[in-house]
DNA sequence: AAAACTCCACTTGTCAGGCAACTTGGTTAT
DNA sequence: ATAACCAAGTTGCCTGACAAGTGGAGTTTT
């Protein structure tokens, strides 16, 4: 059996088969972006699916609907399932699932850095007082942990956090917490060193320093500017302390 | 029963009502987002979920199935489904449902404007000479359709496109194209008279132009304001064009 | 007494069969 | 010719059941 194979070829993390709902929403998702099943087209029924996939109709029923949860697919009782147009889905997915590809976590990065240096301007641009209070209580904090002598990277965190939630955009906040957190969910898992990371703190915080002073300026440029430099610091840094 | 109350008061947008696995799957999100249910902690079982919520266990799957999916639960065959970790999911969803408020417009558009323009930039920065040839042939065909007196939307969504797959990034690809998208349908949907816009084709084009020519002199810099000025000019004449 | 082992209740994964609601196309009646 | 109608096909949902895996209680062994 076709489903058979696969499942015992692909195994997830914890060596564990997946399910046989996931094997089938992969294989249709993948008829689909191939074009194999043109857009508007009907799908088979459930039972013809059960039936060339030799499963039962409840899994063919949940692989369908992750891809109507998806919006590749659209179904009308007593008509059947038929594949939606391409742009006419309302989500939008990203799977970071394996960073065992270098250049997929260099695009991760380059994501991460479009974003922050977009937001971080945004916020030079149009900041209310009490964000500002905000970034500086956060400032503040990170300066305080330094000075008593630890690596101060959830103040880190917390410092960029504040500077996005100051634009108000929802999609900023969440695109750059889940990209912020696959990164260091990667370095955690890559090496569990960060005593090296200890010592450049200062000079972590001297680049917040200057992101801070061109919000408070109201600088876009030069917060764009100095968010950038500080980024692209903090991925050499990073590249430093993989030891490539 | 509470399903069924839920159920005929939301409807999608064909008036038809969601399924109760779609309901239900909201429910158990809501219950995770809010915090009622911390991470680590055992959701009930399928056979207790089934009660409380008077649906049988195949919908309590499905709904729980699409959590998994999304990443936000783990189950173990056995043990039972557990809420995962805020961070160790490695899938972001992100649902544009409803474009009913302006503001989301506005995030939505500015967070095109932010890959977009970091595109640009990137694409100044390391492009081959076959990503230039694209590009120019995309320009060219462009200015051939203004001089057939067309409005060129689809050469210049071409242009853009060719510019953002230079960058090798296939995140950059996927989020524009489907932000560029919801924009273009939400634009579709408001009003169809895209008359108004044809007038301004050649004004598009200069802008092109000079995001072209800087990306030719290998300029970051210029090339990322070029397309940022392109941009804010095109959100301009989409306030505009939709007679705000 | 502590450790290891065994067994069993419980939970998830999967299957089979069936009924209700809805769509569609052809058929029949007007 | 047109309209009403009907029947086959399809999705939505349910009940009941078995297999596979987990975890703890009770039992045995050291």
Redesign the interface.
Known sequence: MVADKSRSEQRDILGRAP?L?DTL?LRLRDEISSGRLQAGERLPTEQQLALTYGVSR?IV??AV??LK?DGLVLSRQGAGAFVAE???S????????DFSDKAELR??V??L???E???TE?TAERHSEADLATIRTRLDAMQAAIDRGESGVDEDVAFHRAIIDA?G????R??SE??D??VR?FIRTARANTARLAGMAQMVQGEHQAIFEAIVARDPQKARMAAETHLKNAAARLALYLGR
Chains 1, 2 share one sequence.
């Open positions: 399910s709902a929403a409840p029923r949940e609907g992750r949860h391409p742009g006419s309302s989500v939008f997915r990203l799977d970071v699932a695009h991760i380059e994501l850095m479009a974003v240096a977009s937001a945004h634009t955009n929802p999609f900023f969440d695109l889940f990209l957190r696959r969910n």
